[in-house]
Nanobody, 127 residues
């Protein structure tokens, strides 16, 4: 079992920044990938970014590329999502998730392939 605890959401004005954290526990995380997803009211859950824990491989959704940065701290077993130049359309509940990475890169943007999820943290960007 993997437990994920998120923190760092809040209210920010457009153009501002927030950093989300996701602390993982319960298993050695080196064989996993961490993904970030978001869900706005009335919309489906949307992929944001992922990072492979073993080699640091990263991928972003086009909607956040150049504004968001995903990273990890191996020693702390914690992942981060630095969000800059925030827009009102970034408003959503943000979730981190973990997937055992078996080499199928094309699984990593897919929410249904993630086995463990954090509780979610609200990010609200005002115009």
């Amino acid at each position: 079992q993997v437990q994920l605890v998120e923190s760092g959401g809040g209210l920010v004005q457009a153009g501002g920044s927030l950093r989300l954290s996701c602390a993982a526990s319960g298993r050695t995380f080196s064989s996993y990938a961490m993904g970030w997803f978001r869900q706005a009211p009335g919309k489906e859950r949307e992929f944001v970014a992922y990072i492979r824990w073993s080699d640091g491989g990263i991928y972003y959704a086009d909607s956040v590329k150049g504004r968001f940065t995903i990273s990890r701290d191996n020693a702390k077993n914690t992942g981060y999502l630095q969000m800059n130049s925030l827009k009102p359309e970034d408003t959503a509940v943000y979730y981190c998730a973990a997937q055992y990475y078996s080499g199928h890169v094309f699984y990593l943007p897919l929410a249904e392939k993630y086995d463990y999820w954090g509780q979610g943290t609200q990010v609200t960007v005002s115009a």
